[in-house]
Structures are given as structure tokens and as C-alpha cells.
């Protein structure tokens, strides 16, 4: 079963996760979530995880009223929960879309009752995206695999990585190309 634009619920006040599809389905020993990212050549949000938090902090010394940074030490302890100071976090550095999407896809997962997870980053290329934009996004899951899997893997397209363990959870990570040019 698939679903477009499913909303997932985070922790904290603020918007859900939206998966551009989420599918549900059975292997021979799992129940199994999958979501999918979809990317043509836009960035994987504004800010990394440390920016964000920070922004969150100003806010406050503003005096608006914000759970931004509650909202990310709970995302950063879902998937690390030795490390998540952020300020010591190695994701700190990673784009605070890629850990909502993991996060999202956990939660996702869980509420599923699955026994598998699979993130998958979905990039489309054609003749009118920038191969510079892709160049970066790229590199921000390099950075983004590079903390999950503690310096260990190299993304190559058309894979599966893992399984990762998050919050009890066995976790497949990933990413595909689709080429629509013509």
C-alpha cells in the first residue's frame, strides 16, 4: 500500500514529517515502512541540525516562545542517544531535513507496527536541474551516511544500507536516480 504525501508526527510543537510516499508492505520475515524522499535538484532543507537548533536559542533570547530546541535533542537522541549535545553532536553538521526524514521514517514505522524501515532518497535528473544543486545534495548525504553508518560507507546509488538500529528498530537506508532526460 502506498501514500503520498503522508504526514508523520514529531515530537514537540511544529509541523510532521512529510514523505513524498510512504508504502507499507511484507517481505518473507519483516513487515516493512518505507519512505521515500523525492529530490530533483532543491536542498535538503535551510539549515543543518546545528543551525537549527541555534535558531531555536535566538528565538528564545527574543522572547518567542519555541520548542524548536527540545524538538531536535529529541530527534538527535533518536539516533544517537550517547551523543546528543548538540553542540559534540556529529550531527550537527548533517541537514535537519535528512534527520527528519530518518526520524519520520522510524516514527513512521513504529506506528505501522513494523519490523523494518527503509529510507530512500528518490532523486530525479533531467535536462532543467543543476547538476551543481544535485553536487551538493549529494554531499549532503555523504555527510548524512557518513554519521550513521560512524565514517563506514560511502552512498553509491541504487543500494541498501544497513540495517542500522535506531530506537529498537532495524533501519535500511538508500538512495536511487531517476534519469528523465531526453
Not at 113 to 133: D, G
Request: aromatic residues 6%; contains cysteine.
Amino acid at each position: 500500500m502506498g501514500i503520498p504525501e503522508l504526514v508523520t508526527i514529531l515530537p514537540e510543537r511544529g509541523n510532521g514529517r512529510n514523505h513524498d510516499l510512504a508504502l507499507r508492505g511484507n517481505t518473507d520475515n519483516d513487515s516493512v515502512t518505507i519512505c521515500i524522499e523525492a529530490k530533483a535538484d532543491e536542498p535538503f532543507g535551510n539549515a543543518t541540525v546545528d543551525e537549527y537548533w541555534h535558531s531555536g536559542i535566538q528565538k528564545r533570547n527574543r522572547g518567542i516562545s519555541t520548542r524548536i530546541p527540545e524538538r531536535v535533542e529529541f530527534l538527535v537522541s533518536m539516533v544517537d542517544p550517547i551523543n546528543n549535545t548538540i553542540d559534540s553532536s556529529p550531527w550537527k553538521n548533517v541537514r535537519y531535513q535528512l534527520l527528519t526524514a530518518l526520524c519520520g521514517t522510524i516514527l513512521q514505522a513504529k506506528n505501522d507496527h513494523s519490523t523494518l524501515a527503509v529510507f530512500v532518497v528518490h532523486e530525479f535528473k533531467s535536462n532543467e536541474t543543476s547538476p551543481i544543486k544535485q553536487g551538493q545534495n549529494h554531499s549532503n548525504i555523504e555527510r548524512f551516511m557518513s554519521v550513521v553508518s560512524g565514517n563506514q560507507i560511502s552512498i553509491e546509488t541504487g543500494k541498501l544500507y544497513g540495517p542500522f538500529c535506531f530506537e529498537g528498530l532495524d533501519c535500511m537506508i538508500g538512495k536511487i536516480i531517476t534519469e528523465l532526460i531526453r
